[in-house]
């Protein structure tokens, strides 16, 4: 079964009388060298592994094959039927039908794992790859690495440094659990329906340590830094935070920041010392 055949997809999409659901960002790869790539920058083999929309399933085929056992968490319960032509052969993988956001990572992952660690390798939905990764880090679950498609737009700016023009709010989100790199761009022809834009693959490894701070303290500050980026942090922190301007200003000369800087300019370093001094102040 050569599923990333266009033909044969199209084949196994009308055998099943499957029609794509646009809302839900359905773009399957129909590529099978990118498919063993991803699989082999994965590093799987013998790995437990989560995907996330894992459609008709070419993905999940491959990944099968490596890993120690797969468990494919799909929204369109259509896709039901497909999946168990295209994956039903392997014992060591289960779809179960839910939407991520609404989904118990923890509970589920820690039952079919046996609490062991799993990566999350998979093409995730252009229109919530944010949330899904802002959902799986904020977790507890024993996610040791995430490999994942996405808009190549949004990986840009998860991977921007300070300084950068696409550094925002999210790329020093996912800095604060774990050090991110693009490992491959991939065209938009490989895909069946052709998204208009093209996608890379990201690597982010999750730290094993827990940090101090608490994550919501610190998503405090990034949407206070971030919320009017043109304005100076200074301005940005007292108006988002409703804090004293002067007493920003003196938090600010204290960790050695300029007042004129702006969030883009700001380190990850940066603002955990800004979170761990206001936070401190406020409780």
């Known amino acids: 079964m050569n599923i990333t055949s266009p033909k044969e997809m199209k084949a196994l999409l009308d055998r099943h009388g499957f029609n794509f659901t646009k809302s839900l960002g359905q773009n399957f790869l129909i590529d099978q060298n990118i498919v063993e790539k991803i699989v082999r920058q994965g590093q799987i083999q013998g790995e437990n592994v989560v995907e996330i929309g894992p459609g008709i399933g070419t993905l999940t085929r491959e990944m099968a094959k490596e890993a120690n056992k797969v468990l494919a968490i799909e929204i369109d319960q259509k896709l039901s039927p497909l999946l168990e032509e295209t994956i039903g052969e392997f014992q060591n993988t289960k779809v179960i039908f839910q939407d991520i956001l609404k989904t ?18 998979a093409n995730l939905p252009y229109y919530i790859t944010s949330p899904i990764l802002i959902y799986l880090l904020k977790s507890n ?4 690495e995430i490999i994942v498609m996405m808009q190549r737009e949004v990986a840009d ?29 991939v065209p938009n022809t490989v895909f069946m329906p052709k998204p208009k834009v093209g996608s890379s693959v990201i690597r982010l490894q999750v730290k094993k340590e827990k940090r101090q701070e608490k994550v919501e303290d610190i998503e ?3 949407r206070a830094a971030f919320g009017k980026r043109r304005k ?3 301005n940005s922190l007292s108006t988002g935070l409703n804090l004293e301007k002067d007493y920003i200003r003196k938090v600010l000369e204290d960790l050695n920041i300029s007042e004129n800087s702006r969030a883009e300019n700001l380190t990850l370093d940066d603002y955990l010392s800004l979170t761990n001094k206001i936070i401190n102040r406020e409780n």
């Open 104 to 121: 118990d990572i923890e509970k589920v992952t820690r039952e079919y794992f046996n609490g062991h660690p799993f990566k999350v390798v």
């Open 220 to 222: 405090k500050i990034l």
């Open 141 to 144: 679950a024993n996610i040791s």
């Open 157 to 185: 700016r998860i991977v921007a440094t300070n300084g950068n023009k696409e550094y925002g709010s999210i790329s020093v989100f996912l800095k604060y659990f774990g050090d991110s790199k693009i490992l491959m761009n």
């Open 232 to 234: 100076t942090i200074l």
